[in-house]
């Protein structure tokens, strides 16, 4: 637990279950299993993590007393595996869809368990869209508030967990940072060496997006930035054919550079530190990017806007028309950002937490129900 660390004053299951450590190694290994219930499900829902470390606590508890009372161990998890799929169709079948302001701010209010919260988070997705960019950033005051400024997302993360800045929430925070934009695998560190030693010497935090990189090059990125030699984060673009593309050309021309093609393998000679991309902050979780205040020209992000606007008056094919009509509404909405306030350090992480699981809960409510 946190033994030598401040005390934390929180409701959130997740934060609570990767906290609890036994003296006892076996009853250790049941809390762990249990952990990774909560982990699991903030994984994936970013919410429900009491929830789901309840159900798993239940099923635990019943499921020893069936092997106990002489039940065959295979059979009894065949049947929780049989009996989650029932319930899975279930609640398909019963959930119901968010549609209003009303409904979204009620569900982020009984999250949060705070009204004040949920208006917050309705007024956050009537500004982006209800599948819109909304993140969360430390407040320099007392108050939390709303505001949208530029930005873009795309499926993405670090190449190397060695990377991540925040251990517990296994995330890159990256302030400030020149961005390469890669059309193409990275193979080798020889490469972007030169951009390499021109971000040390320039002191910024880099950011390199690409399809892929070579074991080499990741191997060597996280061995530097664990040492201390630079600040760097490789991210692998998740995204295929035409949308990784896309997601590519978009976050090039946002953050003021382009997206570099290596197909003759030449490396990157001629860029330089200043033909690379600028933004505000980026934020890189496990299963995205998010990249805020881009320094992309206005004059040049119009421009982009109207061609992908060209494009889709010319477009017949609904593949084509969609992926245009989502790249479009992203890169004009921008991005949501919930800057949280609070009297101590304390008070202001707690309800970043609070505000965070709201968030998710909302999202998962508008997309599933």
């Known amino acids: 637990g946190r033994k030598f660390s401040n005390p934390l004053i929180t409701n959130d299951g997740v934060t609570i279950a990767k906290e609890i450590e036994l003296t006892d190694p076996l009853e250790n290994i049941g809390a762990k299993v249990i952990s990774v219930a909560a982990v699991s499900t903030n994984d994936i829902a970013g919410d429900g993590t009491t929830t789901a470390t309840i159900l798993a606590q239940e099923m635990t508890n019943r499921g020893v007393e069936a092997v106990n009372n002489g039940a065959n161990p295979v059979n009894v998890r065949r049947g929780i595996e049989d009996a989650s ?22 569900v982020a209010a009984i999250s949060s368990g705070s009204k004040e919260i949920g208006k917050l988070i309705a007024q956050a997705m009537a500004l982006v869209g209800k599948n819109g960019v909304i993140t969360t950033d430390d407040a320099k005051t ?48 020889k490469e972007i060496l030169p951009l390499l030693e021109g971000s ?48 590519l050309e978009d976050l090039a021309i946002s953050t003021g550079t382009l997206a570099y093609n290596n197909e003759l393998g030449g490396g990157f000679k001629d860029v330089t530190v200043n033909h690379l991309g600028e933004a505000r902050r980026v934020q890189v979780p496990k299963k995205k990017t998010t990249v805020i205040g881009g320094k992309g020209s206005k004059g040049n992000d119009q421009k982009h806007l109207d061609l992908l606007n060209g494009r889709l008056k010319q477009t017949t094919e609904k593949y084509d028309t969609d992926l245009l009509k989502e790249r479009i509404a992203h890169l004009s909405q921008g991005v949501a950002v919930v800057r949280v306030g609070g009297a101590t350090e304390l008070a202001q992480k707690e309800l970043k937490l609070r505000i965070e699981d709201a968030l998710n809960s909302t999202k998962a409510a508008v997309e599933e129900g």
């Open 142 to 189: 007392i108050n939390t508030t709303l505001e949208t400024t530029e930005g873009i997302e795309f499926k993405g993360t670090y190449a190397s967990p060695y990377m991540v800045s925040d251990q517990e929430k296994m995330e890159v925070v990256l302030d400030q940072p020149k961005i390469l934009v890669s059309a193409m695998k990275i193979n080798t560190i």
């Open 85 to 106: 799929q029932l319930i899975i169709t279930e609640l398909d079948k019963r959930s119901k869809k968010i549609n209003t302001n009303e409904e979204i701010e009620q």
């Open 200 to 247: 040390m010497e320039n002191g910024n935090p880099l950011l390199i997006v690409a399809p892929d990189f070579a074991e080499e090059v990741v191997t060597t990125l996280a061995v530097n930035k664990l040492r201390g030699t630079i600040n760097v984060v490789a991210v692998k673009c998740n995204e295929y054919g035409e949308r990784q593309k896309a997601a």
